[in-house]
């Protein structure tokens, strides 16, 4: 394991201090306690990896509990929102799940303590009354003038707002701290309101409910956290946290420790203005792969690995600053150079006829999917015909002197390919080239030059008669300036208008056609895409482009006017200059297989990377799904797989599409402590793909019919509602549902 020292993170500090010293006998129980009000965003994912990464260093639990004390803003959508994107960051809290609605009897108790040792008063007060009562910064409060009620008193009209006798607003409960602190939050803080509306958990039990300040401390307290880790804002509500756990809980308690939190450029972070990129619709809903939430990053193509080695690289900080998105971006092409099969497309095609190749005549052409300093092999055939398309941005009828690609007279090699000349350019009539003539170097298939002769650029292309039609979605940042709202009203003056380009006549090399939907890919010259998983379908293939191959954003801004600040000049982001992987990690890459991130994740963790090593040999060509498997997937708990045959096949009937990542997910642990074979469990269990589709036409019926509202939606254009039925139809079917066939089924019912 390595030690704080190596890593530079305080908080690893605070928790090595606390295990030497024996203050929790050695537990590390943390928690991420979201609020269920809206989607994750990129800093929600900083504190996912480090409130569970932490547990997972130190060999501790870490709890995932749902503050849902605010029964106005929160929704069980949010709640399943929130569980599938710590999920698929790569986190899991076993048994932990916890919701702080669940402690509202205990805590209700807890205030009744409170009151009960003169600790705690009901304030007739109005809220205006309250405020104006608090004081300023310069002067102290006042007391209100129910400060000294009785402890009978308040525990009568404590019970009363209870009851439900009083109305919203008429009382709250505070804290009988002090009024004439300097810090303005202990000024007799808040702990109960009076809110008569329904919770989405505990529907109308409960017309009085916990703030944020009061049932924070308390749950912490109630599920025995040891490091209770929150951002730097709630560095004033730390003394609130102590009072409380202090008057209520024995020794050992939690501690409140503070961090800095995500800020990151290009974009803003708070959940209202999110909501009102979305409610305003300047985006398409809350998974637009231009937003910043886990969604929309998932939706767009990151990786879990890319995000949470950005989490790390970022580090853990006392103090707030601003990241670079660029950080962001190059973790996910760090990740994505290692993994991704490049092959090639052309977005902006212009067709090109080489008038000496016979015609009906087609070469198939070997091409490597990955570069030679990516330590993975694998190739693929590319058709070559008389009729080519090239992508427009690589011809130019009147280039200028450092233009290397084609032009009339010119030359260019075409990847894997032959040397071409263009002899002619076709026009409309309105003066555009819509065509090229050309002809073809026959002596030098492969790129080469028998004669030695110079050609100095070399383009992608695709044969016109095998090109496979696709849309591409190229998505650049959302806002044009570092901080949108740095000197403006109204942040959405600064969004940018060209964060989203659609091109519906790009084209794509035939051998994608069979490829998963979930391949990412290295579009040579162009980026990193992959399919949309919301709305591609084997019938229209649309890509998003997930980043480009350098950041040319500065190069972007400078074009645009002076009033749109470009960015630093930076190729690589300082913090990753400094990041050099081990020789030992690299090998176990290069080995099997690995990228260099699975192999990184790996290394940091000895338990897991001990069970790799221990079956990488029999696991042969299934080593990356492996590994993949054992850092994502593996239970905590597991310290060796005694018997690798079963295990092996279950990752590889998971590997090949047999079985769902749930259901492989569901039968594991059997599968490893017994050896049973995971076949026989499916059978067994009932837990083969659903595929009838009579079956699936049923559940979808009354999905549908539950749920017309959301039907209608999807209806009027809000297609990335395919999600939200697919997920109910997967639940439904217990996870077995074929995820194809179903689609296609509620694609065809929604219209």
């Given at each position: 394991m390595a030690s704080s020292r190596d890593t530079n993170n305080f908080i690893e500090e605070i928790i090595e201090r606390d295990n030497e010293s024996g203050k929790y006998a050695g537990a590390v129980v943390t928690r991420f306690p979201p609020e269920p009000n809206g989607y994750l965003h990129i800093g929600h994912a900083k504190s996912i990896a480090l409130n569970f990464g932490l547990a997972r260093k130190y060999d501790g639990t870490c709890h995932l509990r749902f503050d849902d004390t605010n029964p106005e803003t929160e929704d069980p959508e949010f709640v399943e929102a929130i569980k599938r994107d710590v999920h698929w960051l790569g986190y899991e809290w076993g048994d932990n799940l916890f919701f702080a609605s669940d402690y509202f009897e205990q805590l209700y108790d807890y205030a009744v303590k409170l009151i009960g040792q003169g600790l705690a008063y009901v304030d007739s007060s109005s809220m205006e009354e309250i405020r104006k009562?608090?004081?300023?910064?310069?002067?102290?409060?006042?007391?209100?003038?129910?400060?000294?009620?009785?402890?009978?008193?308040?525990?009568?009209?404590?019970?009363?707002?209870?009851?439900?006798?009083?109305?919203?607003?008429?009382?709250?409960?505070?804290?009988?701290?002090?009024?004439?602190?300097?810090?303005?939050?202990?000024?007799?803080?808040?702990?109960?309101?009076?809110?008569?509306?329904?919770?989405?958990?505990?529907?109308?039990?409960?017309?009085?409910?916990?703030?944020?300040?009061?049932?924070?401390?308390?749950?912490?307290?109630?599920?025995?956290?040891?490091?209770?880790?929150?951002?730097?804002?709630?560095?004033?509500?730390?003394?609130?946290?102590?009072?409380?756990?202090?008057?209520?809980?024995?020794?050992?308690?939690?501690?409140?420790?503070?961090?800095?939190?995500?800020?990151?450029?290009?974009?803003?972070?708070?959940?209202?203005?999110?909501?009102?990129?979305?409610?305003?619709?300047?985006?398409?809903?809350?998974?637009?792969?231009?937003?910043?939430?886990?969604?929309?990053?998932?939706?767009?193509?990151?990786?879990?690995?890319?995000?949470?080695?950005?989490?790390?690289?970022?580090?853990?900080?006392?103090?707030?600053?601003?990241?670079?998105?660029?950080?962001?971006?190059?973790?996910?092409?760090?990740?994505?150079?290692?993994?991704?099969?490049?092959?090639?497309?052309?977005?902006?095609?212009?067709?090109?006829?080489?008038?000496?190749?016979?015609?009906?005549?087609?070469?198939?052409?070997?091409?490597?999917?990955?570069?030679?300093?990516?330590?993975?092999?694998?190739?693929?055939?590319?058709?070559?015909?008389?009729?080519?398309?090239?992508?427009?941005?690589?011809?130019?009828?009147?280039?200028?002197?450092?233009?290397?690609?084609?032009?009339?007279?010119?030359?260019?090699?075409?990847?894997?390919?032959?040397?071409?000349?263009?002899?002619?350019?076709?026009?409309?009539?309105?003066?555009?080239?819509?065509?090229?003539?050309?002809?073809?170097?026959?002596?030098?298939?492969?790129?080469?030059?028998?004669?030695?002769?110079?050609?100095?650029?070399?383009?992608?292309?695709?044969?016109?008669?095998?090109?496979?039609?696709?849309?591409?979605?190229?998505?650049?940042?959302?806002?044009?300036?570092?901080?949108?709202?740095?000197?403006?009203?109204?942040?959405?003056?600064?969004?940018?208008?060209?964060?989203?380009?659609?091109?519906?006549?790009?084209?794509?090399?035939?051998?994608?056609?069979?490829?998963?939907?979930?391949?990412?890919?290295?579009?040579?010259?162009?980026?990193?895409?992959?399919?949309?998983?919301?709305?591609?379908?084997?019938?229209?293939?649309?890509?998003?482009?997930?980043?480009?191959?350098?950041?040319?954003?500065?190069?972007?801004?400078?074009?645009?006017?002076?009033?749109?600040?470009?960015?630093?000049k930076e190729t690589v982001p300082k913090e990753v200059r400094t990041i050099v992987d081990s020789p030992a990690t690299l090998k176990m890459a290069e080995d099997f297989g690995l990228s260099v991130e699975l192999a990184r994740q790996l290394s940091k963790d000895e338990a897991k990377k001990a069970i790799f090593d221990a079956i990488a040999e029999q696991a042969g060509e299934l080593s990356a799904a492996v590994a993949n498997w054992i850092v994502n997937e593996l239970p905590g708990d597991v310290q060796g797989i005694d018997n690798p045959g079963p295990f092996l096949k279950m990752v590889a009937m998971f590997d090949s599409g047999d079985i769902s990542q749930r259901i492989a997910r569901q039968i594991q642990v059997e599968v490893i402590e017994s050896g049973t074979d995971p076949e026989t469990v499916v059978d067994r269990e009932g837990l083969a793909q659903i595929s009838d589709p009579s079956t699936l036409e049923a559940m979808a019926d009354d999905i549908i019919a539950r749920n017309t509202e959301k039907a209608e939606l999807y209806r009027s254009g809000k297609k990335g509602l395919i999600g939200f039925f697919m997920g109910q139809l997967m639940q439904a079917s217990g996870g077995k549902a074929n995820p194809e066939v179903a689609r296609g089924i509620i694609e065809k019912k929604l219209g």
């Open positions: 009562n608090r004081g300023t910064v310069t002067e102290p409060g006042t007391d209100s003038p129910y400060r000294d009620r009785t402890i009978e008193e308040n525990l009568k009209l404590f019970g009363e707002m209870r009851d439900g006798v009083h109305g919203d607003g008429t009382h709250v409960l505070r804290a009988k701290m002090d009024m004439g602190s300097p810090n303005m939050k202990l000024r007799d803080p808040l702990l109960y309101r009076i809110k008569h509306a329904s919770h989405y958990r505990t529907g109308d039990e409960w017309c009085i409910y916990p703030m944020y300040d009061f049932a924070h401390p308390l749950s912490d307290a109630i599920e025995n956290i040891t490091h209770s880790l929150c951002t730097l804002e709630f560095e004033n509500n730390r003394p609130i946290y102590d009072w409380l756990v202090d008057a209520v809980c024995e020794s050992p308690r939690p501690y409140q420790y503070e961090f800095a939190r995500l800020n990151l450029n290009y974009t803003v972070m708070s959940k209202r203005k999110l909501l009102r990129l979305v409610e305003e619709k300047f985006v398409d809903g809350w998974d637009d792969p231009r937003m910043y939430t886990i969604a929309g990053l998932r939706r767009r193509g990151y990786t879990p690995s890319s995000i949470r080695s950005f989490a790390e690289r970022v580090g853990v900080a006392r103090a707030n600053s601003r990241s670079d998105v660029g950080l962001l971006e190059y973790s996910i092409r760090d990740d994505l150079n290692a993994i991704a099969p490049r092959v090639m497309a052309v977005l902006r095609p212009l067709r090109i006829e080489l008038t000496n190749y016979d015609e009906g005549k087609v070469e198939w052409l070997e091409a490597p999917y990955f570069p030679h300093d990516v330590p993975k092999e694998g190739s693929r055939k590319v058709p070559f015909s008389r009729n080519i398309l090239i992508d427009r941005s690589d011809f130019k009828e009147n280039p200028g002197k450092k233009f290397y690609r084609l032009s009339p007279g010119n030359e260019v090699r075409l990847r894997y390919g032959y040397v071409i000349r263009c002899t002619d350019v076709i026009k409309n009539d309105e003066g555009d080239v819509v065509e090229l003539k050309g002809t073809c170097d026959l002596d030098t298939r492969g790129g080469d030059t028998p004669d030695g002769r110079r050609v100095r650029g070399t383009i992608q292309w695709v044969s016109a008669e095998h090109a496979i039609p696709i849309e591409t979605r190229l998505y650049d940042r959302l806002f044009s300036v570092e901080n949108p709202e740095e000197g403006v009203e109204d942040f959405t003056v600064n969004l940018n208008p060209d964060s989203i380009e659609i091109l519906s006549g790009s084209v794509a090399e035939p051998s994608i056609a069979n490829d998963d939907p979930g391949t990412r890919y290295q579009f040579e010259r162009e980026g990193y895409f992959w399919q949309d998983p919301e709305d591609s379908s084997p019938d229209k293939l649309v890509f998003n482009r997930i980043v480009m191959l350098k950041d040319s954003w500065e190069k972007t801004v400078k074009a645009k006017p002076a009033t749109i600040k470009p960015r630093a």
